[in-house]
């Protein structure tokens, strides 16, 4: 299995402007999870789904975040319009039962000028 | 405030030395997970414990689960370069809620 892939790697963008990031989890993991991560509050879960169902989103900043998961093979995270300071690296992670380790991506580098 | 206090926030130590670093919840956790992370890539999973008071064992790396599953540590024996990373412990409160991160303590290995 080619692990969890994320688009882009990278992504320089301009204030006001939409952004939307791809994840292909696991084939077989059935719980799906949106992080974002920056130095100063390190890991921050966004959104996480459950066979394909969005199961909490409490901690999508604000309402120009959205996240969807139309399949089990595919989700995306969109931020409109994107902000300086969304400028963070956003990851996806797949897992099966919760005692296994969650498999993360490589993660997307956002960076809103 | 965070739910998983990880300390030192920066540990930066000579080729050969012993380390541990921590990771303290005045919550219960059902489960605890160490990761680390290198530059550019997401945390990969070292271990998971479950069980209060277990020690697991990686090689050179020593994990304890405290006995109350709110506290944790790591402990490095002989460390060398290739240690170097982010290292993040993960805890799950109950049932099937998604792991909380601790913010980490970055290791440096000097040569």
């Known amino acids: 299995d080619a692990g969890v892939i994320q688009s882009p790697r990278h992504e320089v963008t301009e204030m006001g402007q939409e952004v939307t990031l791809r994840c292909k989890p696991i084939?077989?993991?059935?719980?799906l999870f949106w992080y974002r991560q920056t130095m100063m509050r390190g890991l921050e879960l966004l959104i996480y789904?459950?066979?394909?169902?969005?199961?909490?989103d409490s901690g999508m900043p604000e309402d120009r975040f959205s996240a969807k998961m139309p399949n089990a093979s595919f989700s995306t995270l969109k931020i409109q319009p994107s902000e300086p300071r969304d400028s963070a690296v956003y990851f996806c992670a797949s897992t099966s039962p919760p005692l296994y380790g969650y498999t993360f991506g490589s993660g997307t580098r956002l960076t809103v000028v | 405030t965070q739910l998983l206090e990880q300390s030192p926030q920066f540990l930066s130590i000579q080729e050969g030395e012993n380390l541990t670093v921590y990771c303290n919840s005045s919550?219960?956790?059902?489960?605890l997970q160490w990761y680390r992370q290198e530059p550019g890539e997401g945390p990969v999973l070292l271990v998971t414990v479950v069980t209060g008071g277990e020690v697991k064992k990686l090689k050179r790396l020593t994990f304890q689960f405290g006995d109350a599953r709110k506290d944790s540590s790591l402990h490095i024996t002989a460390a060398q370069p290739g240690d170097t990373g982010l290292y993040l412990c993960?805890?799950?409160?109950?049932?099937?809620?998604?792991?909380?991160f601790g913010k980490g303590t970055r290791l440096s290995v000097i040569a």
């Open positions: 084939s077989g993991h059935n719980s």
């Open positions: 993960a805890g799950v409160k109950s049932g099937n809620t998604p792991l909380v």
């Open positions: 919550s219960v956790f059902s489960s």
């Open positions: 789904f459950n066979n394909n169902v969005p199961i909490d």
